[in-house]
């Protein structure tokens, strides 16, 4: 970047969370326009849902890019979530419990809120692994800063060595109605709290 001007993260977090937001406000209108009362409740638990969401830019400080890309997986695992029960509760074929409506991605919490994110890299097999290919050397470092997750890197180092996909992985932390799952509860925690803490010291 020119200058070595830092991109305002915070700004772009708010920005993808409210129109999030706007949508789902958006689609429960509209389904109850239309008289469907199954929808506007579904689309309205997702409104809900998307509220549990912080507000990270309201702490007044910078976000680093890791802070955003964090938020960014969240925010893309309660939409694969969201995506997920919609098919269940509003499809005339359901998918079946565990089932996901796109088989490449998968999503995983540790028990202390943090999350990670497994994709198949559709042209050649490879794993992304919260936006890095699974190279030995990241997976290492994965092992060190994800150590609840560490069984999880190494079956995927398996299985992409061996062609396997997501085989053998579980189906990672489903949302469940308007409560936060205890993980995203603890990453919430976590990372207001870091923020906390940076505007204090910046007012000091």
């Known amino acids: 970047m020119a ?3 830092q991109l305002n993260w915070a700004g772009l977090l708010q920005y993808d969370q409210e129109q999030g937001l706007e949508h789902r406000r958006h689609d429960a209108a509209a389904a109850g326009r239309r008289g469907d009362t199954r929808a506007r409740a579904q689309y309205l638990q997702e409104v ?3 509220e549990m969401l912080p507000r990270l830019w309201e702490f007044g400080v910078q ?22 029960d919609r098919d269940r509760g509003l499809s005339r074929h359901p998918l079946p419990p565990g ?5 490449h991605i998968r ?21 992304v692994v919260n ?24 079956l995927y180092e398996k299985n992409q060595e061996e ?3 997501h085989e ?3 189906a990672g932390t489903p949302l469940v109605g308007v409560s936060p799952p205890e993980p995203l509860r603890l990453w919430r925690a976590r990372v207001e709290g870091a923020l906390r803490h940076r505007a204090a010291d910046r007012s000091g």
């Open 3 to 5: 200058g070595g001007e």
């Open 48 to 50: 809900a849902q998307w």
């Open 63 to 84: 976000l680093t890019e890791d802070e955003y890309q964090e938020a960014g997986r969240v925010r893309s695992w309660m939409a694969h979530e969201q995506a997920a």
């Open 99 to 103: 089932w996901s409506p796109d088989p």
């Open 107 to 127: 999503y995983f919490w540790s028990q202390d809120g943090y999350l990670m994110y497994v994709t198949t890299a559709r042209d050649d097999g490879r794993f």
């Open 131 to 154: 936006h890095d290919f699974l190279t030995p050397e990241w997976a290492d470092r994965l092992r060190r800063d994800l150590p609840r997750l560490a069984d999880l890197v190494t």
């Open 163 to 165: 062609g396997r996909g």
């Open 168 to 170: 053998g992985a579980p």
